[in-house]
């Protein structure tokens, strides 16, 4: 299966193989897979209910993948244009609900290991929610909740606790100058009409603190 986007650096080949059963008196369908990707391998379920207005189950599982492997170098500049309009109509007819785990996952040079995540979407909403991982020696906890409604708008919680400063710095591409642990509770809100709306209207607080922190 070959599969295209133009987030992709290239087009991606992958191997699958499963079963779907079709139960055309319920109106069913339940589909098992397993994907391989270069040294990725993605195994889930996938169940469809009621074939004029669906409602979606998933299980997703990874065992490690590295996306910055398969996405274009400058991907994010997308995200740096004010006027660039955001659309989330499609979450007004989705109905979905399942689980998300992997492995490992590397995104932007952001490293996370045992991460899992419960997605629900209904009634014009996007809910993550909880969010865990294992995070640089420490952990990550938190949600994301995304309204479709009249007026979009997005909601971010998350904490870190114990997180390796050095690590995740040299990561993120900045200086590693600080050494030891520290944690960091985050609260943000926002609009989301557009790019430019999402930054103006960014609002919320977060929440620093270390521990044995030193200079390096």
Do not use: C, M
């Not at 074939?51 to 994010?76: E, M, V």
């Not at 590397?106 to 995540?117: E, Y």
């Not at 865990?132 to 938190?142: E, K, P, Q, R, V």
Request: hydrophobic share 40%; glycine share 6%; net charge neutral.
């Amino acid at each position: 299966l070959a599969l295209g986007h133009p987030a992709l650096s290239a087009q991606l080949d992958s191997k699958i193989t499963g079963s779907v059963a079709i139960d055309f008196a319920e109106q069913a369908i339940n589909s098992n897979y397993v994907a391989k990707i270069d040294n990725s391998e993605i195994a889930g379920s996938l169940v469809a209910k009621n074939f004029q207005h669906p409602a979606y189950t998933f299980d997703i599982g990874i065992n490690s993948i590295d996306l910055d492997r398969y996405l274009k170098p400058d991907w994010s500049k997308r995200f740096l244009d004010d006027a660039a309009p955001l659309d989330f109509s499609s979450l007004k007819e989705l109905k979905l609900r399942g689980t998300l785990r992997a492995g490992a996952l590397t995104l932007a040079k952001i490293k996370t290991s045992k991460l899992s995540a419960e997605i629900v979407a209904e009634q014009s909403s996007l809910q993550i929610e909880p969010i865990n991982a294992n995070f640089y020696g420490g952990t990550l906890s938190g949600s994301l909740s995304l309204s479709a409604r009249e007026q979009p708008d997005i909601s971010l919680r998350q904490k870190l606790a114990n997180v390796q400063i050095n690590q995740l710095l040299q990561d993120a591409g900045g200086e590693a100058r600080l050494n030891g642990k520290g944690n960091l509770a985050l609260e943000l809100n926002a609009k989301v009409d557009s790019l430019g709306a999402w930054r103006e209207s960014l609002a919320g607080n977060a929440t620093i603190t270390l521990a044995r922190v030193s200079l390096a």
